[in-house]
T-cell receptor
Framework: QQPVQSPQAVILREGEDAVINCSSSKALYSVHWYRQKHGEAPVFLMILLKGGEQKGHEKISASFNEKKQQSSLYLTASQLSYSGTYFCGSSNFGNEKLTFGTGTRLTIIP | DGGITQSPKYLFRKEGQNVTLSCEQNLNHDAMYWYRQDPGQGLRLIYYSQIVNDFQKGDIAEGYSVSREKKESFPLTVTSAQKNPTAFYLC????????????FGSGTRLTVV
C-alpha cells in the first residue's frame, strides 16, 4: 500500500523550517527520501532502516518512528535550492518492494 | 562518471504501436526498476529485476514488458495493450532492493497520439 505524505504542498520563506511526514499502514522496514525538481530525475537524500539511527546531512535530517509507522523529514533554515517535490518510499516486512508516496511540493520563496 | 542513461528524452508514438524505452547503467548495480510517474500520483512500479535473466511484475505491469539479458541494460516495451501510455517513465538502479538508495535516470516522456 502507498504511504501517505503530508502536507501535500507547503510554501516557505527562505530560512524557515519545514517538516514532511510519511505514514504507512503496515510495519515499516525501511524509508527512503528523495527530492525531485521539475522535469528532472528524483535524487536520493537518505535512507532509514528499522532500528537505525536518525540520519542527516547539513540541514536536512530525518527520523523513523517504528511504533507510529512513520518517518519525518526535517529541513532546517531552508534555502532556495530546497524547492522541489519530496517523495518518501517505504518497504514493509514481508514485502521487499519500495512503494512511493504521492509527494510533497515544497516551494521556497526569497 | 557512473550513472543511468535513459533514451530518448522525448518520444512520440501513434496509438496502437509498441515502443521500447532504453535504460543503461554503468554503476554495476544488481537491481533495476521501471517506474511510471503521472501528475499527482507519485511513482508507481512497473517491473523490477534483481538479477540478470530474472524480473518481477510491479504494481502496474499490465501492458508492459521487459527483458534483462545484461546486467547493464533493462529495456521497457510499452505495448499497444497499455490503455493509457502517455506518462513520464523513470528507470532506476540500486545495489539491492531495500537497504540502499536508488539512482534514477533522467527519464523518458512518452506521448501517444
Amino acid at each position: 500500500q502507498q504511504p501517505v505524505q503530508s502536507p501535500q504542498a507547503v510554501i516557505l520563506r527562505e530560512g524557515e523550517d519545514a517538516v514532511i511526514n510519511c505514514s504507512s499502514s503496515k510495519a515499516l522496514y525501511s524509508v527512503h527520501w528523495y527530492r525531485q525538481k521539475h522535469g528532472e530525475a528524483p535524487v536520493f537524500l537518505m535512507i532509514l532502516l528499522k532500528g537505525g539511527e536518525q540520519k542527516g546531512h547539513e540541514k536536512i535530517s530525518a527520523s523513523f518512528n517504528e511504533k507510529k509507522q512513520q518517518s519525518s523529514l526535517y529541513l532546517t533554515a531552508s534555502q532556495l535550492s530546497y524547492s522541489g517535490t519530496y517523495f518518501c518510499g517505504s518497504s514493509n516486512f514481508g514485502n521487499e518492494k519500495l512503494t512511493f508516496g504521492t509527494g510533497t511540493r515544497l516551494t521556497i520563496i526569497p | 562518471d557512473g550513472g543511468i542513461t535513459q533514451s530518448p528524452k522525448y518520444l512520440f508514438r501513434k496509438e496502437g504501436q509498441n515502443v521500447t524505452l532504453s535504460c543503461e547503467q554503468n554503476l554495476n548495480h544488481d537491481a533495476m526498476y521501471w517506474y511510471r510517474q503521472d501528475p499527482g500520483q507519485g511513482l508507481r512500479l512497473i517491473y523490477y529485476s534483481q538479477i540478470v535473466n530474472d524480473f518481477q511484475k510491479g504494481d502496474i505491469a499490465e501492458g508492459y514488458s521487459v527483458s534483462r539479458e545484461k546486467k547493464e541494460s533493462f529495456p521497457l516495451t510499452v505495448t499497444s495493450a497499455q490503455k493509457n501510455p502517455t506518462a513520464f517513465y523513470l528507470c532506476a538502479s540500486s545495489i539491492d532492493q531495500r537497504d540502499y538508495g536508488y539512482t534514477f535516470g533522467s527519464g523518458t516522456r512518452l506521448t501517444v497520439v
